[in-house]
């Protein structure tokens, strides 16, 4: 086989938008246009929560375009400072360009927005064949049109008089090379916009479809009582437990929090119905985040100290916050300054500080409104005490199924105390001095640790019947209740199983993915069908923490926590765009779980509302298993060496 050569013309640099069209999917969703389309709907609605726009107009047009036009300030025009190009050409054709950097510094156009780092309209000129921008601005109308995925840009005209008229108007032609489907769905963009009038009082959303016969069908949305009219509409017909408490709270110039950030919400309780929506800066966040575990943290709170008041609780029962909020419907609205997402699409929250935030603005005045409503606040009590009731009956039936079997569970195992599958979690951890660690930072209601001493057995040949000898596996095979099996198994050989996740937890170093992959490939040969149904995790802990000093009053000091290097320098160049030294930035390497302490260790992998862990998945467990047949196969050297040889080079490792 000829080897292809390697050096320095096989590097190559891309640049301008390149890189968005060469992989769309690390920028957008390549399901459909939409989230493109969105990026631009956003903008105008943050010239409306800056306060400048009234009215939000898109149009779908048949030929596939779509056209946005906001009657805010209109994007700047003029030449940049430095770069000597027109800010609406940056705007549109430079990645990490924008107006809403600079947020603690006071200069950017922007107190609050989702915009991040200017990536948004960029990936929408790269993912599309045309581009128009329309801007009103200064009393003219300029115009300037940007085709073939930003490859070719016109030249800014101006083409009339705008008169007193401000606004930017922006039509869009996706390209439906980069998308599964080129059609945008209707739905989306209408749920899209209806949202955007809940959470901006007094700015009038419309919506124009082009018929066939080229005339325009209308959708109008403008909500006078906000988010608790969109959620009485919502969940019409439905019984309320209680009436709805809204309100909102934002932070002064006193408090620990940057002036102005905080939420709106409004929240109830309904027979037979459940919604949860929530939004940071008007952007939709679908898969929720951390904003949302403060508005649970704080209605939990509250309703706890509630119950605990009027000493409602029965004895033996012990309230969740499952309990309290598992079955409660809430629009929530929250304002970050900074907000940092998962992802370019922005669809959960990961700012750790919003749970503090949101729940410290929600617990006090929601206590309040239970202890002034009594009648209420017991309804709410009574709905929460049966549900700890159930969770409690359901737990007694596990209790008998267990105390029957002949099993003696691990002598190191440290258990929780629910007995409630679905929430339990099981963590494997690497060593007992981080065992240790664990059994410090864990939640003992739902959090079990079961420490391992060196690396598991390569399990992978290892003949069935002869796995128990291993003292490990067979810790681990009794912990979960749920023994070895075929991938063709039954359903019922899950029937034992004692946690819903089964969470592995070694150090962020290249000893502990190979303790993750040995025990991955424990679980794929031998428990295939606790992988396949969803039970198995990956805990992701730090390799670096971040320690950064005071901004006088208003700013404490903060600490991040970075899973490798890249992350590490992303969060330096952010902090030293905030004006910070690198010599003022504390920067320490964690050699292992066993050096964290239980705080630091329970907020970067155990809190539910901070840690971060990945489910693994098989999409396709024919792939995976000859895949782990070649690495993991002890008669497989000749085979390993050949796909090292070949594609080692793909290797990520930190040597």
Same mark, same amino acid.
């Given at each position: ?247 909102? $709270? ?257 150090? $962020? ?147």
């Amino acid at each position: 086989m000829t080897q292809k050569q390697y050096d320095e013309s096989s590097f190559r640099v891309l640049k301008g938008l390149e890189p968005v069209r060469e992989r769309p999917g690390m920028y957008t969703r390549t399901d459909s246009p939409t989230h493109i389309i969105q990026e631009v709907i956003d903008n105008a609605a943050d010239e409306a929560l800056a306060g400048f726009a009234k009215n939000i107009h898109v149009v779908l047009m048949r030929d596939g375009s779509v056209a946005v036009t906001d009657d805010g300030r209109g994007i700047p025009v003029g030449l940049h400072p430095q770069e000597g190009l027109p800010v609406v050409v940056l705007a549109y054709t430079v990645l990490h360009a924008g107006g809403k950097f600079d947020k603690k510094s006071g200069n950017s156009a922007y107190a609050f927005s989702g915009g991040l780092h200017g990536v948004g309209v960029a990936v929408t000129t790269a993912l599309s064949t045309r581009v128009e921008v329309e801007v009103r601005r200064d009393g003219k109308i300029h115009q300037i049109v940007f085709a073939d995925g930003g490859r070719s840009i016109g030249e800014l005209q101006d083409i009339g008089s705008a008169g007193k008229h401000t606004g930017t108007r922006v039509r869009v032609w996706p390209d439906g090379r980069y998308f599964d489907s080129p059609k945008i769905p209707q739905a989306e963009i209408e749920r899209l916009l209806r949202s955007k009038a809940v959470l901006l009082p007094g700015v009038k959303v419309m919506l124009d479809i082009e018929q066939a016969d080229g005339s325009f069908a209308r959708q109008e949305w403008r909500y006078t009582e906000g988010l608790a009219g969109y959620l009485r509409e919502m969940v019409a017909g439905a019984e309320a437990v209680a009436p709805l408490f809204t309100g909102e $709270a934002y932070a002064g110039a006193d408090e620990d929090f940057a002036q102005g950030e905080g939420a709106a919400w409004s929240f109830g309780w309904f027979d037979g119905m459940q919604l949860n929506e929530s939004y940071v800066n008007l952007i939709p966040t679908v898969a929720g985040g951390t904003h949302e575990s403060g508005l649970r943290t704080g209605v939990f709170e509250a309703v706890k100290s509630f119950i605990e008041h009027h000493s409602l609780l029965p004895k033996g029962v012990k309230i969740q916050q499952d309990d309290v909020c598992g079955k409660m419907s809430f629009v929530l609205s929250a304002r970050i300054l900074d907000p940092q997402f998962q992802g370019q699409v922005k669809e959960k929250l990961n700012s750790r500080e919003a749970v503090k935030l949101v729940s410290s603005m929600v617990l006090h005045p929601f206590e309040a409104w239970l202890n002034q409503n009594v009648e209420y606040g017991r309804a709410i009590a009574e709905l929460a005490i049966k549900q700890a009731q159930s969770r409690l009956k359901n737990a007694q039936k596990v209790e008998k199924r267990k105390s029957s079997g002949v099993a003696v569970l691990p002598g190191k195992l440290s258990d929780c105390e629910s007995e409630d599958i679905a929430d339990n979690e099981l963590y494997l951890v690497e060593g007992d001095s981080a065992g240790g660690s664990a059994k410090l930072a864990r939640d003992r209601e739902t959090q079990a640790i079961l420490p391992l001493r060196g690396k598991v057995l390569n399990a992978w040949e290892v003949d069935p019947n002869r796995l128990f000898a291993n003292a490990e596996i067979h810790d681990i095979s009794v912990a979960i209740g749920v023994d070895p099996h075929a991938l063709d198994a039954p359903d019922g050989v899950l029937s034992g199983l004692r946690y819903g996740k089964i969470i592995i937890m070694a150090d $962020a170093d290249v000893d502990g993915s190979h303790i993750q992959t040995l025990l991955l490939t424990l679980f794929l040969r031998h428990f295939p069908r606790v992988v396949e149904a969803g039970h198995v995790f990956i805990a992701m802990p730090p390799l670096y923490r971040i320690d950064v000093p005071a901004q006088g009053k208003k700013r404490p000091a903060r600490r991040f926590y970075a899973l490798d290097d890249n992350e590490l320098n992303a969060i330096r160049d952010r902090l030293i765009k905030e004006g910070f030294r690198v010599e003022q930035l504390e920067i320490g390497r964690f050699k292992g779980l066993g050096e964290m302490r239980s705080d630091q260790l329970k907020e970067t992998a155990m809190d539910h509302a901070t840690r971060r862990v990945l489910p693994v998945t098989l999409d396709d467990v024919s792939s995976a298993r000859t895949l782990f047949d070649l690495l993991m196969g002890k008669g497989e050297a000749s085979g390993r060496r050949a796909w090292m040889e070949a594609k080692g080079n793909l290797v990520e490792a930190d040597l």
